[in-house]
Nanobody, 118 residues
Framework: VQLQASGGGLVQAGDSLRLSCAAS????????MGWFRQAPGKERDFVAA????????YYADPVKGRFTISRDNAKNTVYLQMNGLKPDDSATYYC????????????WGQGTLVTVSS
């Protein structure tokens, strides 16, 4: 499985960005896809996830109400719509994929940098 993330950039506080992550390879076995982020000097944190079959979504508290995760099964792509961005949202964002039969994210994208200026 390969993941290709895109969509990061430099924006101002209050702006919006949409991240995309396209999966290729063993996509018929996707269970969940998610987004994580890591700021310099900090641990990688969970941001959001989506169940590939049911489309049920899950969010970290800091992004609830501002970020929306969605997927396009036909394109094997997951999106993260980020609205109302804050400087604290600045980080490298990674998409991740969990296959059926496992309980952890085994595949990771290369990361896309989001910088929010105040």
């Amino acid at each position: 499985v390969q993941l290709q993330a895109s969509g990061g950039g430099l924006v101002q506080a209050g702006d919006s960005l949409r991240l995309s992550c396209a999966a290729s390879g063993r996509t018929f076995s996707i269970s969940f896809m998610g987004w994580f982020r890591q700021a310099p000097g900090k641990e990688r944190d969970f941001v959001a996830a989506i169940n590939w079959i049911s489309a049920a979504t899950y969010y970290a508290d800091p992004v609830k109400g501002r970020f929306t995760i969605s997927r396009d099964n036909a394109k094997n792509t997951v999106y993260l719509q980020m609205n109302g961005l804050k400087p604290d949202d600045s980080a490298t964002y990674y998409c991740a994929l969990m296959l059926r039969g496992t309980t952890k994210y085994d595949y990771w994208g290369q990361g896309t940098l989001v910088t929010v200026s105040s």
